[in-house]
């Protein structure tokens, strides 16, 4: 059944070098889908990100190349077009690359100008789908992203637009809010922001949020509060990131998830990355 499902089995020709874009999830491995632990195992070199986990590097074979290619401290380290340029000369010489991204490839992840490179070189590519930060934070929280009776939809959003000055439709976004959830990435280092312009545009001080950071690692916090409490909260309890933000209703509806999960996902996570160390 694997072989069947895996799209590289019918890239006979390894001359020509391959590109697989993988998303990698939230944090563990184990979240991993099946194709994208087999394009890892068959990569000559994987170029990651700073958010992909140790414990997925941590599956490679031993003589797989590997490059981070990622930012620290919010400062990006290596400019978009250097990654893509990357990605186009290790194809051309033959090689099967995986460009490994945190969470899903097709959500803010900078797929497209990658593509669009790959594209212009006549390198070919697939990409595989991961799972994404909202989604591992709310199986590994209990918090639901839906719910029948608050919340009809979903809007993943981010208040880091391209252009640092600019910020979203607020007034659209908090209209939508009354049975929606909305969920903000890239968002922790304006919580500040986001709660004002919420109570700015005319959402309740009440208004249910919550702050998960390192979903889905040994490492995951949850903080559930309202646009009143939820920055002194993040603050005391010095959320560092990769956090997401989710409001609305469904903050509300939390599910007692059994913790022994995110142990047991914990403790997989340590384990492999001391063994990577080692
Ligand atoms: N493509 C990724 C998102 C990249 S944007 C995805 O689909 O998840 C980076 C943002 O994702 C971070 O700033 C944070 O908001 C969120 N994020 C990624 N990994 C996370 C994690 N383990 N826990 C909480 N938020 C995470």
Same mark, same amino acid.
């Given at each position: ?21 993988? $998303?990698?999830?939230? $944090? ?8 994208? @632990? ?30 981070? *290619? ?8 290596? &400019? ?9 000369? &290790?194809?051309?010489?033959?090689? =099967?690359?995986? =460009?490994? %991204? ?5 959500? @803010?992840? =900078?797929?497209?100008?990658? #593509? !669009? ?7 070919? +590519? ?19 992203? #839906? &719910?029948?009776? +608050?919340? !009809?939809?979903?809007? @993943? ?16 976004? *908090?209209?939508?809010?009354? %049975? ?26 009440? @208004? ?11 490492? !995951?916090? *949850?903080?559930?509060? #309202?646009?009143?409490?939820?920055? =002194?909260?993040?603050?005391?309890? !010095? ?8 409001? $609305?209703?469904?903050?509300? &509806? ?25």
């Amino acid at each position: 059944m694997i072989r069947l499902i895996h799209s590289l089995d019918s890239k006979n020709n390894r001359d020509a070098g391959f590109v697989s874009i993988v $998303g990698a999830g939230p $944090g563990d491995a184990e979240l991993l889908t099946i194709k994208a @632990f087999k394009a890892l195992q068959e990569a000559d070199i994987v170029l990651f990100d700073w958010l992909v986990d140790k414990s997925i590097l941590a599956l490679l074979g031993e003589k797989t190349e590997t490059e981070f *290619v990622g930012k620290r401290c919010g400062k990006h380290s290596m &400019h978009q077009d250097v990654i893509c340029d990357l990605m186009v000369k &290790h194809a051309l010489s033959g090689k =099967r690359v995986v =460009r490994l %991204k945190g969470g899903d490839p097709a959500i @803010f992840a =900078r797929t497209v100008e990658e #593509t !669009q490179a790959l594209e212009k070189h006549n390198v070919e +590519y697939c990409i595989i789908p991961g799972i994404t930060a909202a989604s591992g934070a709310s199986a590994s929280s209990g918090i639901p992203l #839906t &719910h029948r009776d +608050y919340s !009809q939809s979903v809007i @993943f959003t981010t208040a880091s637009l391209k252009n640092v000055d600019s910020e979203p439709n607020w007034k659209e976004l *908090v209209h939508k809010s009354a %049975k929606q959830t909305l969920v903000f990435y890239m968002g922790l280092g304006k919580l500040n922001l986001i709660v004002n312009r919420l109570k700015e545009y005319g959402l309740e001080d009440s @208004f249910p949020i919550a702050v998960i950071d390192n979903a889905c690692t040994i490492n !995951q916090s *949850v903080m559930t509060g #309202t646009l009143h409490d939820i920055v =002194r909260k993040s603050i005391c309890n !010095q959320i560092q990131g990769p956090a997401i933000i989710i409001c $609305g209703e469904v903050v509300q &509806h939390r599910q007692n998830v059994s913790a022994i999960t995110t142990q047991a996902l914990g403790k997989y996570a340590l384990n492999t990355t001391e063994s990577a160390l080692a």
